[in-house]
């Protein structure tokens, strides 16, 4: 019995150690490999980053220049309703604004919701401005006399309905940088 007793205590002199050995070996080839882990998800993060960050900033850049486009001073400088009726004028304006803004519509891809929400509201404003202004004219008017009412109309308001879109955009992207 008593060499069974030292048998044990001799075993359990070597198996202790190596145990604490082997713990001590699993707990350090643990925190490398979680390490390492924590190291390639940043190294992936970064790589993303270097991809991902110029198309958003692009995708930015389109959107202010859509909100520039479909200013209402910009719009009627570049689109003239010279020669058409307020009717048709005001059809070739939205049909301009409408094709602006579904040539764009992907980059919302790379923007918070509330910045393509303040792009989309920005837009119906614009959308609206123009409505009014064609349905407070008399019939048979012309195309440079809706015009005309639209700039009125944006200098008695003193703000510009994209405006606030385009400031929103700035400070969402300067948070970035």
Avoid: C
């Amino acid at each position: 019995m008593k060499d069974v007793t030292l048998f044990i205590i001799d075993l359990l002199k070597i198996a202790l150690p190596a145990l604490i050995v082997a713990g001590a070996m699993y707990m350090l080839i643990k925190k490398y490999f979680d390490q390492d882990q924590r190291t390639r998800v940043i190294e992936l993060r970064m790589k993303n980053t270097e991809v991902v960050l110029p198309i958003r900033l692009q995708a930015y850049e389109r959107v202010v220049l859509l909100l520039e486009r479909i200013t209402p001073s910009n719009l009627l400088l570049r689109v003239s309703g010279a020669g058409q009726t307020a009717t048709d004028y005001h059809r070739v304006l939205l049909a301009e604004i409408r094709s602006e803004f579904n040539h764009n519509m992907s980059q919302q891809v790379y923007m918070s919701g509330q910045a393509w929400q303040q792009v989309k509201q920005a837009r119906e404003e614009v959308v609206n401005l123009i409505n009014q202004t064609y349905q407070e004219l008399p019939d048979k008017t012309k195309g440079t006399d809706l015009a005309k009412r639209v700039l009125e109309k944006i200098l008695a308001q003193e703000t510009d309905p994209t405006a606030q879109a385009i400031n929103f955009l700035k400070q969402e992207i300067g948070q970035v940088f």
